[in-house]
């Protein structure tokens, strides 16, 4: 299983590829920003990492 994470300006289509994507099978593409506040600057980026890991693990399981 993969994990993908597509980024974007706002207004650069990224809600619209979400929306192609959930058509295919097998696909969940979330178009929900991750808050960028939700980590303290210092936190290391391993951290980081590990908990978006946990995020998407959270998501397939919902």
Do not use: Y
């Not at 993908?4 to 979330?30: E, K």
């Amino acid at each position: 299983m993969s994990n993908i994470i597509l980024t974007g300006v706002p207004r650069s289509g990224t809600t619209l590829i979400c929306h192609l994507l959930n058509q295919l099978p097998g696909v969940g593409a979330l178009h929900e920003p991750l808050e960028k506040t939700r980590w303290p600057q210092d936190t290391p980026h391993l951290q980081i990492a590990h908990d978006i890991e946990l995020f998407f693990a959270d998501m397939r399981t919902h």
